[in-house]
């Protein structure tokens, strides 16, 4: 079983809808969670990170995490064709310096 | 800032060549990574440095050796290339010490054909 798992999609969404991403991780000691933006071609930059139970918003933006389920997702509002990428997602279990990623989901926002 | 760079952004290897490929970062931050990415593979990690003088093997470390030159540099070296490490290598630093939990900051990466 892999550390963190991700649909790997591709995910279609028209501009202005709510595209919905979700992970999945193993290890229930995980404390520390990421979700990652990467254009094809380019390197990961950090979109959003969560710590805590519940939801965090940052602009169109929000991040939702259940520990007991072992679940987190993003939620991308209003989505734009920019919006078009792979998102990472990555669990770090505060115990050590590993991070794992999940394989990314890729999403395509059509005009 | 630069924050952080990576060289050589391409390069391509014949089989049982050997190279080094260079990582350095800016922000003071004191843990580095290496990742290699694969496609339908994520990213995975070959190694990580907690701390200046320290290295710690990652999920897929065979074939690769790393040198922590100091806080700003993080060296990973390929001794006898194989076709099997074809793949985009990431350098990424964050500011954590031991216990991580903190953001990592990620270089261009380095597109590496080994024929």
């Known amino acids: 079983q892999k550390e963190v798992e991700q649909n790997s999609g591709p995910l279609s969404v028209p501009e202005g809808a709510i595209a919905s991403l979700n992970c999945t991780y193993s290890d229930r000691g995980s404390q520390s969670f990421f979700w990652y933006r990467q254009y094809s071609g380019k390197s990961p930059e950090l979109i959003m990170s969560?710590?805590?139970?519940g939801d965090k918003e940052d602009g169109r933006f929000t991040a939702q995490l259940n520990k007991a389920s072992q679940y987190v997702s993003l939620l991308i509002r209003d989505s734009q064709p920019s919006d078009s990428a792979t998102y990472l997602c990555a669990v770090n279990q505060n115990t050590g310096n590993q991070f794992y990623f999940g394989t990314g989901t890729s999403l395509t926002v059509i005009p | 800032n630069a924050g952080v760079t990576q060289t050589p952004k391409f390069q391509v290897l014949k089989t049982g060549q050997s190279m080094t490929l260079q990582c350095a970062q800016d922000?003071?931050?004191?843990?580095m990574y290496w990742y290699r990415q694969d496609p339908g593979m994520g990213l995975r990690l070959i190694y990580y440095?907690?701390?200046?003088?320290?290295?710690d093997k990652g999920e897929v470390p065979n074939g690769y050796n790393v040198s922590r030159l100091n806080k700003r540099e993080f060296s990973l070296r390929l001794e006898s290339a194989a076709p099997s490490q074809t793949s985009v290598y990431f350098c990424a630093s964050s500011e954590a010490l031991a216990g991580g939990g903190d953001t990592q900051y990620f270089g261009p990466g380095t597109r590496l054909t080994v024929l």
């Open positions: 440095s907690a701390s200046e003088g320290t290295t």
């Open positions: 922000m003071n931050h004191n843990s």
């Open positions: 969560i710590y805590s139970n």
